[in-house]
């Protein structure tokens, strides 16, 4: 697949993955694949030890058998992503380039430089990075929210805290 020089991966809501231009979230295999991919994603720039990706894709009660589907399912995520973006055995990380974007990494941002304005008591500079962090966390987010589901529980803290969050309002703002 050669060297990556940009991406951009929306993990709230459907899942997309743009990687110089290309679309890439068909290659990743099935549901757990895409599992793995977001947390690899949330997880980038450090190893994930192989029990933790466990814990990610299948949860508490993984079944025994669970250790040799990861194998297959890094190994299929190797073959779609390619060897050079995929490393390690025991240890795995996902590499992605410097011009990187990721919803969630926004709407974190935007919610840490919100409660920042709001400490310091500016109000209106609040609404807009709050706004952001808002519109990313709620957008599509059916599929954050699912109960039931083996791993999701492992991706969804930052999304739905953020979609949950009350935001302050001050008292005479415009519209209260």
């Known amino acids: 697949m050669g060297e990556w020089t940009k991406a951009r991966i929306q993990l709230c809501g459907r899942l997309v993955a743009d990687i110089d231009g290309s679309r890439i979230q068909d290659t990743l295999p099935g549901r757990r694949g895409r599992i793995l991919f977001a947390y690899l994603v949330l997880n980038r720039g450090r190893p994930s030890p192989r029990d933790e990706l466990l ?4 949860g508490v009660d993984a079944p025994p058998e669970a250790r040799n589907a990861l194998s297959v399912l890094l190994s299929k995520l190797r073959h779609g992503l390619g060897v050079d973006h995929l490393q390690g055995r025991t240890e795995i990380e996902l590499l992605l380039p410097q011009a990187t ?9 935007g919610a840490h430089r919100a409660e920042t304005c709001i400490a310091e008591g500016r109000w209106a500079q609040a609404w807009g990075p709050a706004g952001i962090a808002y519109h990313v966390a709620t957008s599509g987010g059916a ?7 083996a791993g999701w529980s492992a991706l969804a803290p930052p999304a739905s805290a953020l979609a949950a969050r009350p935001w302050p309002r001050p008292r005479n703002a415009p519209g209260c």
Do not use: H, P, T
């Open 101 to 109: 974007f990721v919803d969630v990494e926004a709407a974190l941002e």
């Open 143 to 149: 599929g954050w929210r699912r109960s039931g589901s």
């Open 55 to 58: 814990m990610a894709g299948w």
